[in-house]
């Protein structure tokens, strides 16, 4: 599933045929993805692309006729292509650029998401942004903050730090690295997390995804071919999914439980 790094790489990826072209026409197929397509959808057609800009794990479009909000789901991705290169199955929607691009979406699962917004209406303020937290890269996410959400939640940690009100762009796989990174045991209850402990999550977190875009930018010359691969890159993981290794500190055997649902992978001597 794409996390926030994709979704970044993903954004910084069409942006340069973006930034500034026309949307020169839209089509989508009849069948609906996790919504129906906004029906005044067409009203961007003439619109000059402003900004490309991600919020969580959305991708925003924004023209002066109004944006587009696009979310990849489990399995989508953009792929940017030649006009004159055929659409093929899963392709549901395409925008066609004034200057001959056409940027597909393509999702097996139809868990994505495009909605159109009007010229008078902020992005921002769409229902599917409003209610999200800071993002891990806003001054607004700092310790302070971190513990005042921490201190009111009985959750084990973990879940707390995967909730998208706490912080957006934290998953499941993230969530046990970093906690490894700062030896917080995955158990521990929200509220015991100590202020200078919110520190080193701050750093650790956005650490991780900073590490995880860098390595993800040097796949975007696959992601811009026509074969479409993003080629998600491996991640240099300590704890998820070494369930029975090894600790790459101690050597203490990796364990793993299931937390709301979700596999959580630790080290019970390195995280307390
Ligand atoms: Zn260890």
Redesign the pocket.
């Known amino acids: 599933m794409p996390e926030l790094p994709e979704v970044e790489v993903t954004k910084k990826g069409i942006e340069p045929y973006l930034q500034g072209a026309v949307i020169s026409d839209l089509v989508h197929d009849e069948k609906q993805l996790r919504e129906p397509y906004s029906k005044d959808m067409r009203a961007i057609i003439g619109g000059r692309v402003t900004a490309v800009e991600r919020r969580a794990k959305y991708i925003i479009i924004r023209t002066d006729r109004g944006a587009l909000i696009l979310h990849l789901g489990m399995t989508g991705h953009l792929r940017v292509l030649s006009q004159n290169d055929q659409s093929g199955p899963h392709d549901h929607f395409s925008l066609f650029l004034d200057s001959g691009t056409v940027i597909r979406f393509n999702d097996i699962r139809r868990f994505g998401l495009i909605v159109y917004v009007g010229p008078d209406e902020d992005p921002l303020e769409d229902k599917h942004l409003s209610g999200l937290g800071p993002e891990p890269f806003d001054a607004k996410f700092d310790e302070g903050y971190l513990f005042n959400a921490l201190h009111r939640r009985k959750l084990p940690v973990k879940q707390s730090l995967m909730d998208n009100k706490v912080v957006v762009g934290v998953g499941n796989i993230y969530a046990s690295e970093v906690l490894?990174k700062v030896g917080i045991s995955p158990l521990r209850k929200s509220y015991e997390v100590k202020k200078n402990e919110c520190r080193a999550l701050c750093q650790a977190i956005r650490e991780t995804l900073t590490e995880s875009i860098a390595k993800g930018g040097t796949t975007i010359r696959d992601f811009s071919g026509a074969d479409g691969k993003m080629g998600y890159f491996v991640q240099d993981l300590f704890v998820y999914g070494h369930k029975g290794q090894p600790?790459?500190?101690?050597?203490?055997t990796?364990t793993s439980l299931v937390q709301g649902g979700r596999s959580t992978f630790y080290?019970?001597?390195?995280?307390k």
């Open positions: 490894f600790c790459r500190k101690c050597g203490t990796i080290c019970p001597h390195c995280q």
